[in-house]
């Protein structure tokens, strides 16, 4: 590409959301048009971006569409974006959620103007995290998502919103601060701040002052808080619960996968060997993280907070398939970060079609809706299905490949923690299918005559979200040939 | 001596007689606004024309003009000139003295240009007192009960506080003998080291001034009297007193310490270790206090005790360093900036936004958004701001005193600094959530002149470009940082 692709996609809603904030909020159809132009736009060039994607082996670990430019000498600081085989699918991913989020958004009358701003800004954020190469870059990015989490959830939200909201900013800003401290030493001991030289070079040949291990843990902090690994996870169920559902989608997809991502762009690439010693530690969460997620998840009585619980047990399996440090198993990580992207947020975003089109939200209150909304449970039931990882959709083979890579580790004690988190798996169907038996069969309820069933542009969405389901699922390969290129060089260093 | 070299200085001072002048023939107020913004841009070209010179002593040693002092004698006319534009709406309060007023605060800048420049421990009280008087009277010019109270706890506390300082600046003087600052480097480095820590007069006189210059900058444990005096001043000069009065602060204690007080060096790491624990304390105290607080020119004040600390993180970094690195001044000015421009604009919006409320408390300001939404999306930069939220200038300030200060050794200080961060993330937010969540409980949009709106604009704008580009400002500070030394 000769002109700047990645910049365009990243800042192209920064600026629909500039426009935006200066229309009033009268108008708000124009507004939504605008949003949906303005995420619409770096969708297409996304696509275009990963159809120019090389795939060939001999790319593998070069940063693609790379923009450089300079931008605070001083602290050795440059503007540099790029995708590798990592990054590309999550961006794409965000991409993709974006404008997904505008179509779910489409009822919202209260204060259009603000919320789509906010949404279109959120969206450059995340963007920028998965495209940065810059270490400062990266985290400038990863801050700037928390402003607009706190505007949206508290103002557009439901429940205890304000609670939420600042939780929500409290233990972010919390898991920042140990990332920056973490930054600021891994800055001193390589003096550089480009992620691309740190893992070429390798952390070991620097001289550092600061044991390794510590900066490891300090970088790990701010990951673990996003991902989120037990027992930083509490603030997930609060915030996903009350967060408009639009906002929960992007929760749930994106942001969560900001964890991820970090952990295996920064935390194991630039410390291999720490990565290894302390993986046994590690998987140990992630077990806690399946299991103790799955059995909460298996008491909840509110739609929204049981798919916010199983959100916590599918980010263990993620956690388990970075941490086991093979080949097979990180790259079935990252397919479940993209899979998961989109299965819970198909389930989020059905979820809140019909408490919206219901009013309400107690499973107990629900039942037989399989007879007045039918087309809602076949969605709902398809992204169930997903969620539980049955073969056709991409569930399937995310977790497959995490597991079947983390049985092959030579990770100490990887096959014990695997086969218990098999256990997961299990109760991911346990609780899905008592889900959907308790709120969509059984007899119908006369309450419920009469309510709206998805309407045209629900089904269009959800459609989009069902058709890359499945295809991911029946042909995994357009990713995992992608994603193994990233994952190369990596394994490659930790000699997994 | 070529007068040319104190041009600036000249000229604010004959602004200063201009306006009282002025103030006698004029009805209209606000072309004493006009003058003063007149005699501040005069001043700032003036120390624009001399940028490019040579580092030269003058008055016999006792003022120095590098590009130390000149880039303070940049920020201070801009600091001025913002709080002027932002007092033409708060001035009409005043029944008299609004001459005065404007004088009186240009005669304060006027000291404050004076200390950056001072190289001599007279000239350095002089200046100090030039600054403080100013302020005394400026903090009790509405003259209800609260603002006279504010302004007699500043006097007295004030006073006790020079005292202090001279008193340590005595002690050095005897065990010196000298009272030039380069030449109290030498005579400290010719005494045997037998000599020095033999010497406890010496030290109990640097730490009689730590003590006296900490007052000024409102450190822990001298930070008592802020959140009084801000609370009681007119709100311009509460916006004055902790934006410029705290960078005059910084700026002698930076000169005082780098010139007089880096050799020998575990002397420099003794008093870099008191500042650390310092500003440790400081940081923690200052936020804790903050999240109680309802009323929003106490919060900002424990907010800019806690931010003092910060600062002062850069001094101690620059007493860890050896000579050859400016990392800690340079990181310390570029800070001083960013703060400057944050605290002025999150004051200027208070301002307007009291006038129309009458009130400071936060309850108060429930609404904003709806009635006036630019102000609330301009208080909420400023917040976000001293939050250290990127894309702002207070996050590249925090983020360069941080990785200047773990470059010296100092990561436990970054760790508590980081967590502050994130406890003062509560208090200013929660400010936000007012604003933009609760429903309005006055009509009517906030109303503001247009030299407000020109203040704040340039503040926000100042955040942002710092927070975005901030290669220039670092680059600026870089070179300001190199003070003349011996």
Sequence with gaps: MDFNILSLIIFLPALGAIIIACISNSHAKLIKYIAALFTLIPLILGIVVFCNFDKSAAMSGVMQFQEKFSWIPLINSYYHVGLDGISLPLFLLMDLLGFLVVLISWKIDLRPREYFAWLLLLETSILGVFASLDILLFFIFWEIEVIPMFFLISIWGAGRKEYSALKYVLYTLFGSAMMLAGILCLYFTTGSLSMVDIMKNGIGSYVSVVPTALMFFLLLGGFAVKLPVFPFHTWLPDAHTDAPTAVSVVLAGALLKMGGY????????????????????????????????????????????LIAYSSVSHMGFVLLGIFTLTQVSMVGATMQMVSHGLITGLLFATAGLIMHNTHEREIAKFGGLARQLPMITVIFTIAGLGAMGVPGTSGFIAEFMTFLGSFQSNVTYAHVFTVIAILGILMGAGYILWLLQRVFYGPPQDKFNGVHDADKLERVYSAIFIILIFTIGLYPSILTNIIKTGIAPIIHLVGG | MNLVLIAPEICMLATALAVIVADLFFQRKSILTIISLIGLAASFGFTLYLWGGNTQAIFNNMMVVDKFALFFKLLFPVMAALVILASNDYVSKFKDFQGEYYALVLLSTLGMMLISAATDLISIFIALELISLSLYALVGFLKDAKSTEASLKYLLLGAIASAILLYGMAFVFGFTGKTQLAEIAAAIQSLSIGGVSAAPGLMLGIVLLIVGFGFK?????????????????????????SVASKAAGF?????IFYSA???????????AMIFAVLAAIGMTVGNIVAIPQTNIKRMLAYSSIAQAGYLIIGIATMGLASASSQLGQSSLLFF???????????????????????????????????RSPLLALALTLCLISL???????????????????VQHGLLWLVVIAVLNSVVSAYYYLRVVKVMWFNEPKFEGTVPSSTFLHIALIACCAGVIFLGVLPNYGMKLAEIAAKMFAF
Excluded: H
């Design chain 1, 262 to 305: 970090g952990m295996i762009r920064i935390c194991v690439s630039f410390f291999p060997a720490v990565a290894r010693q302390f993986a046994p530690l590690l998987i140990a969460f992630a077990v806690v993280n399946i299991i103790y997620g799955a059995a909460v998840t298996l008491k909840q009585t509110d739609i929204k907070r």
């Design chain 2, 336 to 370: 001083l900036a960013g703060y400057a421009v944050t605290n002025l604009g999150a004051f200027i919006a208070v301002i307007a936004i009291s006038n129309k409320v009458g009130s400071d408390r936060i309850s108060d300001y429930d609404g904003l958004s709806k």
């Design chain 2, 261 to 271: 007080f880096s050799f020998p060096t575990w002397l420099s790491q003794d008093w």
């Design chain 2, 217 to 241: 900058i409102a450190a822990f444990p001298f930070q008592m009297w802020a959140p009084d005096v801000y609370e009681g001043a007119p709100t311009p000069i509460t916006a004055f007193l």
């Design chain 2, 387 to 405: 939050t250290g939220i990127p894309p702002t200038a207070g996050f590249m300030a925090k983020f360069y005193i941080f990785s200047s200060a």
């Design chain 2, 251 to 255: 700026a002698i204690i930076l000169r």
